[in-house]
T-cell receptor
Framework: DTAVSQTPKYLVTQMGNDKSIKCEQNLGHDTMYWYKQDSKKFLKIMFSYNNKELIINETVPNRFSPKSPDKAHLNLHINSLELGDSAVYFC???????????FGQGTRLTVV | AQSVTQPDIHITVSEGASLELRCNYSYGATPYLFWYVQSPGQGLQLLLKYFSGDTLVQGIKGFEAEFKRSQSSFNLRKPSVHWSDAAEYFCAVGNTGNQFYFGTGTSLTVIP
């Protein structure tokens, strides 16, 4: 069983479209994250949710909206996609407290 | 503020040679330190972690890292590199608030 799974793995879309990326973890973790990895491999945290509540919201355009329907899911919705949104988006989860994060396989988003 | 510096953007080693990847962190309290590896097209896999105790930690795939508080470093080492170790390596620092901050990564190339 995959611990942290994201869908889709690849997403190609046109500018201006709205798209969503889904993430699910079966580890029973309380905290979930979205990271953006740019073309230079830099990983930047976007959002963090703990027990369905937003606890980190870094400087991210409000076109990006996370949704956590339950503790095991954290979806990322992006409105009005722009070329600069092209990146790999990683979902992650952690147990809480002093512990490591587990990452999904990533979603490569390409905006054309 | 927490930050992680990986001074080497890219390293090339011969198969069978030893490896050391550098990581320096900035954090006011006791740091929780991690090394992750990212193979092409894959997510991040945890290699090892340091929370407390013995400053030399062993990880998977024959990797180890040493925490040196006086130098604010957490360098990753492997005595003999295999071709399959070619990947991107990320050092990260975490805190009790479940926040993880990553370095910019070191790309490792292994030549036969």
């Amino acid at each position: 069983d995959t611990a942290v799974s994201q869908t889709p793995k690849y997403l190609v879309t046109q500018m201006g479209n709205d798209k969503s990326i889904k993430c699910e973890q079966n580890l029973g973790h309380d905290t979930m994250y979205w990271y953006k990895q740019d073309s230079k491999k830099f990983l930047k945290i976007m959002f963090s949710y703990n027990n369905k509540e937003l606890i980190i919201n870094e400087t991210v355009p409000n076109r990006f909206s996370p949704k956590s329907p339950d503790k095991a899911h954290l979806n990322l919705h992006i409105n009005s996609l722009e070329l600069g949104d092209s990146a790999v988006y990683f979902c992650a989860s952690s147990r809480g407290g002093i512990t490591e994060a587990f990452f999904g396989q990533g979603t490569r988003l390409t905006v054309v | 503020a927490q930050s992680v510096t990986q001074p080497d953007i890219h390293i090339t080693v011969s198969e069978g040679a030893s490896l050391e990847l550098r990581c320096n962190y900035s954090y006011g309290a006791t740091p929780y330190l991690f090394w992750y590896v990212q193979s092409p097209g894959q997510g991040l896999q945890l290699l090892l972690k340091y929370f407390s105790g013995d400053t030399l930690v062993q990880g998977i795939k024959g990797f180890e890292a040493e925490f040196k508080r006086s130098q604010s470093s957490f360098n990753l080492r492997k005595p003999s590199v295999h071709w399959s170790d070619a990947a991107e390596y990320f050092c990260a620092v975490g805190n009790t608030g479940n926040q993880f901050y990553f370095g910019t990564g070191t790309s490792l190339t292994v030549i036969p």
